[in-house]
């Protein structure tokens, strides 16, 4: 869970995001994928408005800015754009997608308000009372020197990271011992496209996740955080939804087990589970129960049609089918060669079966 944020005054206020991969090309979208880059803009639009309207005093970005270092320039002009616009103080970090020896700012002016640190290094920013420690992507062999609290420093002192906890396999870019022994007031991570925080010793810090969707295995809704800093207490965090893709209604943790007992064809499964969609809609639909009607579930045909009206599907099949009987003469003969056959081989029996279930649902439409 998420701490609450509601100290009516805290000192700093600061909003975190990263892993907003500008420029990404979404091509397991098919045709929802440009409207899904209009998606992923307007979620970094509504960083800037949402740190504005909560006064924020400065926005963090920890890597991964653009998806990788030659995306087109209107996509650098455009998150320029948006960053001048604002007039916070934004200070960002290359990611393992938007390294520094290749970053796209490097090619271009920057506003004044933009603070980008390309290098490992321990920054101050009076105006702020804050020191930064900048540890981007491919630094990591100067990291842990900086990950600590200066006695002299800034009153507020916070670590701006990209890369990697360690997995269940204890491999990750980032050691825990690091952040416990830092005594930093806070760790603004980035990499991980879903939030996620921890608390060591005195230090919070967090993984903001993309602020909008980029793969479908993220947790939805993508959101940004909202950090207040305060003397001698510990760092406050509240999420704040900055994307449009969404979950199912029914389905909260993106998952949607549907029985399919009742139904008596495909086109009236196919509209019920149309009216669940939206063209936000990112879900798993397990599809559960038996299948009785005559017609073949065709569940390629299934995913084909309910894609068209949602962001992303994915069908499980955890269902039974009734064993097709044959109705026409043809499908009659076709049972009888089998019979046959099995008389000869009975050994075989399960698979010719098998085959003339087979035959039998292509036959009637089905699709493999």
């Known amino acids: 869970m998420l701490n609450d944020c509601s100290n009516p005054h805290p000192v700093l206020r600061l909003a975190h995001t990263a892993d907003v991969h500008l420029g990404r090309a979404f091509g397991y979208l098919g045709e929802a994928a440009s409207e899904h880059q209009a998606r992923l803009k307007r979620a970094f639009q509504r960083v800037f408005e949402l740190a504005q309207r909560h006064r924020c005093d400065a926005v963090l970005l920890a890597g991964d800015l653009f998806d990788h270092p030659r995306v087109g320039r209107a996509w650098v002009e455009f998150a320029l754009t948006t960053i001048a616009d604002s007039r916070l103080p934004t200070f960002v970090i290359p990611g393992n997608h938007d390294s520094a020896p290749h970053h796209p700012f490097h090619t271009h002016s920057l506003p004044s308000n933009l603070h980008y640190l390309p290098r490992a290094a321990r920054v101050r920013f009076h105006a702020l009372d804050l020191e930064l420690i900048a540890c981007p992507a491919g630094e990591e062999s100067d990291w842990q020197p900086?990950?600590?609290?200066?006695?002299?420093?800034?009153?507020?002192?916070?670590?701006?990271m990209h890369g990697s906890m360690p997995s269940a396999g204890g491999v990750g870019t980032i050691q825990p011992d690091w952040v416990a022994q830092s005594e930093l007031d806070y760790v603004a991570l980035g990499d991980w496209h879903s939030p996620q925080g921890w608390v060591y010793e005195r230090t919070v810090c967090w993984y903001s996740g993309a602020p909008e969707m980029i793969m479908p295995t993220q947790r939805l809704p993508a959101?940004?955080?909202?950090?207040?800093?305060?003397?001698?207490?510990?760092?406050?965090?509240?999420?704040?939804?900055?994307?449009?893709?969404?979950?199912?209604?029914?389905?909260?943790?993106?998952?949607?087990?549907?029985?399919?007992?009742?139904?008596?064809?495909?086109?009236?499964?196919?509209?019920?589970?149309?009216?669940?969609?939206?063209?936000?809609?990112?879900?798993?639909?397990?599809?559960?129960?038996?299948?009785?009607?005559?017609?073949?579930?065709?569940?390629?045909?299934?995913?084909?049609?309910?894609?068209?009206?949602?962001?992303?599907?994915?069908l499980e099949g955890a269902y039974q089918t009734e064993p097709l009987e044959p109705r026409t003469p043809f499908e009659h003969a076709l049972a009888q060669v089998a019979e046959e056959a099995i008389a000869k081989a009975p050994h075989e029996a399960a698979h010719y079966r098998e085959a003339l279930q087979t035959a039998l649902y292509l036959l009637r439409g089905g699709r493999l």
């Open 223 to 314: 959101v940004m955080l909202l950090v207040a800093l305060a003397p001698n207490r510990p760092a406050q965090v509240q999420s704040l939804v900055t994307g449009e893709a969404r979950y199912a209604s029914n389905a909260p943790d993106g998952i949607l087990s549907w029985d399919i007992s009742s139904y008596e064809g495909l086109q009236t499964l196919l509209s019920d589970l149309r009216n669940l969609l939206t063209p936000e809609t990112v879900v798993t639909i397990r599809l559960t129960g038996f299948w009785r009607a005559l017609e073949p579930l065709d569940v390629a045909l299934l995913v084909e049609q309910l894609q068209r009206a949602c962001l992303w599907l994915e």
């Open 146 to 160: 900086l990950l600590h609290r200066e006695r002299s420093g800034a009153p507020f002192q916070v670590a701006l």
